[in-house]
Structure formats: C-alpha cells, structure tokens
C-alpha cells in the first residue's frame, strides 16, 4: 500500500515516499500521514532542515496511486475527503518554519510535481523527469495548487505544462526555475548533504524569518502578515545567536547558533 520512511541524521530529518511497486505513487495513506511527519520534524528543535526524497532511483513520487481512485473519489463525499488529505499535504511543507528541500532523482508526475513544488527548493538528478498530466486524466488542479507554479515558473511556463501534459527533463526544468541545481545522478546524494548541512550551519531564527518573509512576498496582499513577519525579523536581532553571529565574525571562528 506504501508508506513514509522517517529517519533523522544529524540535523537532517527525511521523509521517505516508499511505494516501489507504483514507482511511489501516494496511496491516501501517505498523503494522510505526510503532514504529521513534517510537523514533527518542523516541532524538534535538534532538526534544522527537511528533506523529501522517494526511495530506490527510479522515481520521487510518480503521482497519486491511481488505482484507489474508483473506490476513494467516487462519490463527492469521498473526492471531497480525499482532496483534504491531499491539500494538507501540499500546504505542510509551505507551512513548515523549516526549509522543506525536495531531492528528485526519476519521475516527478502529478502530486509528487505539486509536492516538490511546494517545498522550498528542488534538487535534481539529470535522469529526473517532470510531467503535469491533469488534463489527460480529466483531473481539475485547484487555485493554490496552480498559484504555486505561477510563483516558480511564470505565467506562461505553468501554462505550458498544464496544458500541455508533456513530459520535460530536467534542464528543460532548470531552465523554467523549478529546480535549484540538476547534478549527475551519482553526485546526488553529495550535493544534497552539502546543501542541507550548509542550512543546517546557519542561525535558525535568521533561516525560518526568511522563509517566513518570502512566503509573505508570494502571498495575496489580503493574507499577508507583515506584522508577523516584523515581528520574526526583530526576534533575530534580540537573539543570543545574534550575539554569536558578531563575535564569531570578529573572532575569525565559525558560530555555533542555537537558535535562541
């Protein structure tokens, strides 16, 4: 039926989509339980970035297990539940004060194209392959779903994918914006633990205040919190790891931040 892989490596916490036999397509299972992964990561303090990632090289997430559609989506009582599970799904990683990266490697299709694009970064393989099929399985793609890819690839980029369903590699994708960095499929692993200890090194409060504020950027002006995100900004300048940031810099020595 697939699962969720959860494990923690350091400062690291990663969400494994395990659905082998579907290519990690999202049972309803997984999408249930994916927001409960990322808050908990999002509530331990020792984990200071978060990475999704589907198991084995061929595939991130191949879209939503189609084979429980007849029985979940079926009636608008069920497509109604089923769509809850799935829009919380999307919004955890948008939600999560931690950066959420998303680590591609083989098909990226569907929900797991929505899922990569509502983390924070992507990173890719140069086998990796995107596709938007809704419009060769009659699917609608609600406005928040479709919003997020306006932000990361333009008006006319998302049009072309949505409309088109086509299939496009990954520097097809690198060149739209929706991936960060595409790397050699052996090289992978490394550049992602690169990246994420990089992350990881930095002052908490200074990372989450500026994820914080760039959601706000992309945000209607009617849902923006620019208060909160004052508010965020001046929490930094009143932390303990402000003071260790200067004195770091003065001394020469890397800083030890704690996020207080």
Request: hydrophobic share 45%; aromatic share 8%; with cysteine.
């Amino acid at each position: 039926m697939g699962e969720l892989l959860i494990e923690k490596k350091g400062a690291v916490g990663i969400i494994t989509f395990s659905n082998p036999n579907k290519m990690n397509a999202m049972s309803v299972q997984m999408w249930t339980d994916l927001p409960k992964a990322i808050q908990a990561f999002d509530a331990d303090p020792a984990v200071r970035v978060i990475v999704l990632v589907g198991q084995g090289d061929k595939a991130f997430v191949s879209g939503a297990d189609i084979s429980q559609f007849d029985q979940l989506r079926s009636s608008a009582q069920g497509q109604e539940a089923y769509e809850v599970a799935v829009s919380a799904s999307m919004d955890a990683p948008v939600n999560c004060s931690k950066p959420v990266i998303a680590k591609i490697r083989g098909f990226c299709f569907g929900g797991g194209l929505g899922l990569a694009a509502a983390c924070d970064i992507r990173l890719c393989s140069a086998d990796a392959t995107f596709r938007m099929p809704a419009a060769r399985l009659g699917l609608g793609y609600g406005h928040e779903g479709i919003k997020r890819f306006t932000d990361i690839l333009g008006l006319a980029n998302a049009t072309d994918i949505f409309v088109t369903a086509r299939r496009f590699d990954a520097p097809d994708a690198l060149r739209m914006g929706f991936v960060s960095r595409v790397c050699a499929a052996s090289e992978l692993d490394a550049v992602v633990d690169t990246y994420t200890t990089n992350i990881s090194e930095n002052a908490p409060l200074t990372v989450a205040a500026s994820k914080y504020n760039i959601r706000q950027v992309c945000a209607h002006p009617d849902d923006q919190d620019i208060e909160g995100a004052v508010a965020m900004v001046l929490k930094c300048f009143a932390s303990e790891d402000f003071r260790e940031g200067r004195a770091a810099f003065l001394e020469k020595r890397p800083a030890q931040f704690k996020g207080r």
